[in-house]
Nanobody
């Protein structure tokens, strides 16, 4: 079964850090780009970060650049999102995504999506 499962969300205070994980199964994760998105209540889905299959090319959304870091471990079939200096406006459901298309890593994910994990940042 092809799936992505996010974990690591929770309730933290502003300024704290959190690390999200994305566990992949049922497909060849190592040849897929990895992406993280989020959706806050009443808002559109927002691109957070993308990483190419090798882990050598990364791109970030303007609102998280410099605070969040995307990474992956292809041997473990896992992706990660390290979130530092969290702000209340980072509160959202965070989703990981995978896509084999070339160039997907810059934000064009259409293939595989996880169910999401809630991140809540209190002020």
């Amino acid at each position: 079964q092809v799936q992505l499962v996010e974990s690591g969300g929770g309730l933290v205070q502003a300024g704290d850090s959190l690390r999200l994980s994305c566990s992949a199964s049922g497909f060849l994760f190592s040849v897929h780009a990895l992406g993280w998105f989020r959706r806050a209540p009443g808002k559109e889905r927002e691109f957070v970060a993308g990483l190419d299959w090798s882990g050598n090319k990364a791109v970030y959304g303007d609102s998280v650049r410099g605070r969040f870091t995307i990474s992956r471990d292809n041997h473990k079939n896992e992706g990660y999102l390290q979130m530092d200096s969290l702000k209340p406006e980072d509160t959202a459901v965070y989703y990981c995504a995978a896509d084999r298309s070339s160039g997907a890593w810059v934000g064009m994910f259409n293939e595989i999506w996880g169910q999401g994990t809630q991140v809540t940042v209190s002020s």
